[in-house]
């Protein structure tokens, strides 16, 4: 395979984006990862450093809660929460990610299923106690981002938290300079996953550790 990741993972996207398809991309560059010609630039190998932090600062319990993973991929964020405790659902759009999931993680205790962040279950509605959100707002093009945002937040329960992590660009950054994906989110985005009974109650930004020009925020809420 010759072709760098990053650029067959726009090449694919923007394939997706001139079908007037905001989301068939990711299936289509998790098959093709599947079968060798791409490598998802996302998929670690690992959970997300963020994440691990956040954990191992907050050190949640999850026993009798429930977490639910957006844009789980190929599971390893999940399985640091499932191992936390968290009755934790992770969904993809992408069912060949929730294969690939499964096949990882065969004695998982999370729940993988594939679904649509834009046209969720009903009955996600405010129902879990902890929504992990990593990179998946800011692979959708800007003009889809406030729908996913207002997705994401409703999955919050009351009394439940929500993390996002996700890259950062400058608020005085034209939207149509950015040549995603990723589409990295504003602090005016971050702000806006906010809502009357929804708080900010932690931000922070911090480099990436691969790429010291990349700042990416950390940004935690809590449901009244």
Do not use: C
């Not at 090449?11 to 990711?26: K, M, V, Y």
């Not at 809660?65 to 992408?94: H, M, N, P, Q």
């Not at 890259?167 to 950015?178: F, H, K, M």
């Amino acid at each position: 395979m010759s072709e760098d990741p990053d650029v067959a993972s726009r090449r694919i996207a923007r394939e997706s984006l001139d079908r007037d398809d905001a989301t068939g991309w990711f299936e289509h560059l998790y098959a093709a990862a599947a079968e060798g010609s791409a490598v998802v630039p996302w998929d670690r190998g690992t959970a997300h450093q963020q994440l691990i932090d956040w954990v191992d600062e907050s050190q949640p319990d999850g026993a009798g809660k429930t977490a639910v993973v957006i844009g789980a991929g190929t599971g390893w964020d999940a399985e640091l929460i499932a191992d936390r405790g968290y009755d934790t659902t992770a969904f993809d759009i992408s069912p060949t990610a929730i294969q690939t999931a499964h096949r990882n993680h065969p004695d998982s205790k999370a729940h993988y299923i594939v679904a649509d962040l834009l046209s969720p279950p009903a009955d996600w509605h405010r129902a879990f106690d902890l929504v992990l959100e990593i990179y998946t707002v800011q692979a959708l093009p800007i003009h889809v981002q406030p729908t996913a945002i207002k997705q994401v937040t409703e999955l919050v329960a009351p009394g439940g938290t929500l993390l996002v992590i996700a890259a950062a660009r400058p608020d005085t950054q034209p939207d149509e300079e950015v040549q995603g994906p990723p589409w990295p989110l504003t602090r005016a985005a971050i702000q806006s996953f906010t809502a009357p009974d929804l708080h900010l109650i932690q931000l922070d930004q911090a480099p990436s550790p691969s790429d010291p020009t990349i700042l990416r925020w950390r940004a935690e809420y809590l449901r009244d």
